[in-house]
């Protein structure tokens, strides 16, 4: 079955303790990317990557990190998370470019 | 500064009735886009949109490039179309969202 998953699915953390949200899809995409969803704010874009160790920033990068050195995996790294950090993450992949076509379930944090 | 605006930001129709949620861009786009979003949180793509119109099922989204404005039409409301609608806009690869229009059908 195609698809985008993402683990964990929920996440209660502490400020400054590093975390790692893995992302993977299975359809042999090309372009995947991190978004984050807030209420009276809706989704940003984090991150996107086009292919492997091609990444660049979204619109709200700061505190974030990525890594695509795999096809397939498109980890999001909070270095030092920080309370305004708690949101609802989703990641996404698609054939192309700059089309957020399979969404992953999401990865609900809250950082304390 | 919203560079993509819905509306409306709710909206509860009768199961039947025909459906209109707009958007509206304030940038140069590659191409919009219409999202679904599920109560239980999921997302799912309806249509990416670069000029004219698509239709899928019930489904019809339509752009005017010169207004910078997308429509999203559903005929014969069904409550199983009771979620969430999200417009957004891509210039290159970088991505901008409208806030949501929560849609209720009810039966």
């Known amino acids: 079955e195609a698809q985008v998953t993402q683990n964990p699915r929920y996440l209660i953390t502490v400020t400054g303790k590093k975390l790692t949200v893995t992302c993977s899809q299975n359809m042999n995409h090309e372009y995947m990317s991190w978004y984050r969803q807030d209420p009276g704010l809706g989704l940003r874009q984090i991150y996107y990557?086009?292919?492997?160790?091609?990444?660049d920033k979204g619109d709200v990068p700061e505190g974030y990190k990525v890594s695509r050195k795999e096809k397939r995996n498109f980890p999001l790294i909070l270095e030092s998370p920080s309370p305004n950090q708690t949101s609802l993450y989703f990641c996404?992949?698609?054939?192309?470019?700059?089309?957020?076509?399979?969404f992953g379930p999401g990865t609900r944090l809250t950082v304390l | 500064k919203n560079e993509v605006e819905q509306s409306p930001q709710n909206l509860t129709a009768q199961e039947g009735e025909f459906i209109t949620i707009n958007c509206s861009y304030s940038v140069g786009i590659s191409a919009l886009h219409w999202l679904q979003q599920h109560p239980g949180g999921g997302i799912v793509s309806l249509f990416m949109l670069s000029s004219g119109k698509k239709k899928h099922g019930r489904l019809i989204a339509t752009i005017n490039i010169q207004e910078k404005h997308s429509s999203l039409h559903i005929t014969a409301s069904h409550p199983r179309d009771s979620a969430v609608y999200i417009c957004a806009v891509n210039t290159g690869n970088q991505f901008y969202f409208g806030t949501g229009t929560s849609l209720t059908v009810i039966p």
């Open positions: 990557s086009m292919n492997v160790e091609v990444t």
């Open positions: 996404a992949s698609s054939f192309i470019s700059g089309y957020p076509e399979f």
